[in-house]
């Protein structure tokens, strides 16, 4: 009888690290496949801004080049997400006054080539992070997967983010 409820239990316990554990390959890969076709965009969208620097393509023709980025969806760790979710929004915003306008001033476009520059070093950081934390193969990587944005969160939520409804005077 004892033998039966516990593999029960077992069978039960098995299952459920299972599901969990495609879940983690699943997201995993498919978090890297997202940023990486942000890369790719990104990319594309540096190269116009570099030939429009160096007066090799008409402002004109190039601005209708542009490509608008996505939207981000993602949200593993809220804090860092809204973040990129904020930089990436700026992005599209000046890239979508350049489509407007059909054309781009000096000052809108060194601000177009920073905001690229941020967003692809925070997405090539996050394809690392990937890389070497979450996506290997390992059991600390798996728990670490999801012990990691709960964790942020308090932490955020404690130290990082204060309320306005403080003392006023």
Not at 14 to 25: A, D, E, L, M, P
Request: glycine share 4%; net charge positive.
């Amino acid at each position: 009888m004892l033998e039966i409820v516990f593999t029960g239990i077992g069978s039960a316990i098995f299952s459920i690290v299972i599901y969990f554990y495609k879940n983690w390959r699943k997201t995993v890969n498919k978090d890297k496949q997202i940023y990486q076709n942000y890369l790719w965009w990104l990319q594309l969208n540096n190269e116009i801004i570099k030939n429009m620097k160096h007066g090799q393509l008409p402002i004109e023709n190039s601005c209708s080049q542009f490509h608008l980025l996505e939207p981000y969806t993602l949200n593993y760790i809220e804090f860092f997400d809204d973040s990129l979710r904020i930089q990436m929004l700026a992005y599209d915003i000046l890239i979508q006054g350049a489509l407007v306008k059909k054309g781009i001033s000096s000052t809108d476009l060194n601000q177009l080539e920073f905001e690229s520059q941020s967003i692809h070093h925070t997405l090539s950081q996050r394809i690392k992070f990937i890389d070497e934390y979450i996506g290997k193969f390992a059991i600390s990587s798996f728990i670490l997967f999801f012990a990691l944005p709960p964790l942020i969160k308090i932490i955020a939520n404690k130290y990082l983010i204060r309320s306005n409804t403080g003392n006023k005077k």
